[in-house]
């Protein structure tokens, strides 16, 4: 299928030589618009080709005289705010010879305007690494650049150990396989296609450059902060203190984002507006509407905080709570929080139970006598009937349910009995329904919510939770259920 490449957000360090094949220079009767020697025209010419337009005569021969190249130089000059005299001077050559990424400019991209990603919730993975850096710090520096659009906006990124996410992250060289070749050290260093399905908000690093942590060599978070802005649906500024401005710098202030970032990213995706004084006393909050907002957020520390579902996603933890959740991530501090539909607009209800099976990357959200399957972020089709479990005609609910990876069964509670249900055969375990007091010692009551973690299985009862030991069968701690929300 036809992809647009919003971005092919390309960042290149423009420079003379062999990276470059330069349109043949017409001698005689065309006279340069510069004194500039020819090399530099050759470069001026590609960079106007492929920045703002320039269209390159037959034989790969381009006029550097008439309308046509000094009202591009002049487009260019007036984007990078230079005084626009239509001729290649030192200040303007040292711009184009500056790394910069590879979306056009000043082209119209009218038929595309307001492309984003129709949810909140936004998944990436990481295919192959650098050798430039140890994977954990790959890993952390990916998820700080995707960490800083996630704190400016209502966006919640939840990393997939899938090929099939939202972003794909990848690190290659050369030809690819995206008809968007990388060309060695020193040339391209990173593109990025605008959201959308197949190879959409995809990213692809150029292995060939060297790749750090620091000011040395190009910095990863600083190129990968920028090219998930276009992976989002962002363009490029002309403000030099923006992270979209188009070229390529390799110390910023603290504050990476400027205030057109934070703006434009909640332009393209707040589901609702708020009014200015809100947005200073209370901070931004794009989840919640109207001037009344902060009194809908719901308290995360209250002491009798229940909930109804609780279940792992990718590398995030979601809790669920009448029609709102809050979404945590497993090595990250901060938590996004709303109603449900900001997040997954065709959930319009509440979530009884849920639960995650891993070697599926698929969550199951259940409401009733119905459930949703979630991949990745997405919730896939209409809801279909609990029955697919196989329950019983008379099982129209669950309380909770909990998938045991080392076992392949996922466990649905309802009231004082469970089921187990095989995951690879698809099937109800023989023998069930068993009471919960004969197969988990220690639990005698109705379980709200469930959730396996690292050997453990946690029950939320009420505003306290249940570490049970699955493999000894007993509760080996109680905690309050708050303190997942870190309270």
């Known amino acids: 299928m036809h992809v647009m490449l919003l971005s092919c957000c390309v960042l290149v360090l423009l420079m003379p030589g062999p990276c470059f094949t330069a349109p043949t220079l017409i001698s005689g009767t065309e006279s340069s618009p510069s004194t500039q020697p020819p090399v530099d025209l050759k470069l001026a010419a590609k960079y106007l080709q492929k920045y703002y337009n320039l269209h390159e005569e037959p034989l790969g021969r381009t006029k550097r005289s008439g309308p046509s190249f000094t009202s591009k130089m002049k487009d260019m000059q007036i984007f990078f705010g230079l005084n626009a005299t239509g001729v290649l001077n030192s200040e303007t050559l040292e711009v184009m010879t500056s790394p910069r990424c590879g979306v056009p400019d000043v082209e119209e991209y009218s038929h595309i305007q307001g492309t984003r990603w129709n949810k909140n919730v936004i998944t990436y993975s990481i295919g192959r690494y650098t050798r430039d850096l140890p994977r954990n710090t790959?890993?952390?520096?990916?998820?700080?650049?995707?960490?800083?659009?996630?704190?400016?906006?209502?966006?919640?990124?939840?990393?997939?150990?899938?090929?099939?996410?939202?972003?794909?992250?990848?690190?290659?060289?050369?030809?690819?396989?995206?008809?968007?070749?990388?060309?060695?050290?020193?040339?391209?260093?990173?593109?990025?296609?605008?959201?959308?399905?197949?190879?959409?908000?995809?990213?692809?690093?150029?292995d060939d450059e060297h790749w750090t942590a620091g000011e040395r060599g190009f910095n990863?978070?600083?190129?990968?902060?920028?090219?998930?802005?276009?992976?989002?649906?962002?363009?490029?500024?002309?403000?030099?203190?923006?992270?979209?401005?188009?070229?390529?710098?390799?110390?910023?202030?603290?504050?990476?984002l400027s205030r057109e970032d934070v703006a434009n990213i909640n332009t393209l995706y707040s589901p609702v507006r708020v009014r200015p004084n809100y947005l200073a006393r209370y901070g931004w909050s794009p989840w919640l509407s109207g001037p009344l907002f902060p009194h809908l957020m719901k308290n995360k520390c209250a002491p009798d905080l229940t909930f109804d579902a609780v279940s792992t996603l990718g590398d995030a933890t979601f809790f669920f709570r009448e029609k709102y959740l809050w979404i945590k991530h497993n090595e990250q501090y901060d938590i996004k929080e709303g109603p449900i539909t900001n997040f997954m607009p065709k959930i319009k209800t509440s979530i009884d139970a849920a639960f995650w099976v891993p070697r599926r990357s698929t969550a199951y959200l259940i409401h009733g006598s119905k459930f949703w399957t979630v991949k990745g972020s997405l919730v896939k089709g209409k809801p279909r009937a609990l029955r697919h479990f196989g329950f019983p005609a008379w099982v129209q609910d669950v309380d909770a349910a909990v998938h045991i990876v080392k076992t392949g069964r996922t466990l649905f509670f309802m009231h004082d009995v469970y089921?187990?249900?095989?995951?690879?055969?698809?099937?109800?375990?023989?023998?069930?329904?068993?009471?919960?007091?004969?197969?988990?010692?220690?639990?005698?009551?109705?379980?709200?919510?469930?959730?396996?973690?690292?050997?453990?299985?946690?029950?939320?009862?009420?505003?306290?939770?249940?570490?049970?030991?699955?493999?000894?069968?007993?509760?080996?701690?109680?905690?309050?259920?708050n303190s997942w929300l870190g309270c």
Not at 230 to 252: E, F, I, Q, V, W
């Open 138 to 206: 790959v890993d952390s520096l990916i998820a700080s650049a995707f960490n800083v659009w996630a704190k400016a906006s209502g966006l919640t990124f939840v990393r997939s150990h899938t090929n099939n996410a939202d972003i794909m992250v990848e690190f290659v060289t050369s030809n690819h396989g995206d008809m968007y070749p990388f060309d060695g050290p020193r040339g391209t260093l990173a593109h990025a296609f605008g959201p959308g399905l197949g190879v959409g908000g995809d990213t692809h690093f150029d």
């Open 220 to 256: 990863l978070f600083l190129v990968a902060a920028h090219e998930f802005g276009h992976a989002l649906g962002l363009k490029h500024s002309r403000n030099p203190d923006s992270l979209m401005y188009p070229t390529y710098k390799s110390s910023r202030s603290a504050n990476l």
């Open 419 to 481: 089921w187990s249900y095989n995951e690879n055969r698809r099937v109800m375990d023989f023998g069930y329904p068993k009471y919960i007091s004969d197969g988990f010692p220690g639990v005698n009551t109705t379980i709200d919510a469930a959730l396996h973690k690292e050997g453990f299985i946690y029950f939320f009862i009420g505003p306290q939770v249940y570490k049970y030991d699955y493999a000894h069968k007993h509760v080996v701690g109680v905690e309050k259920a």
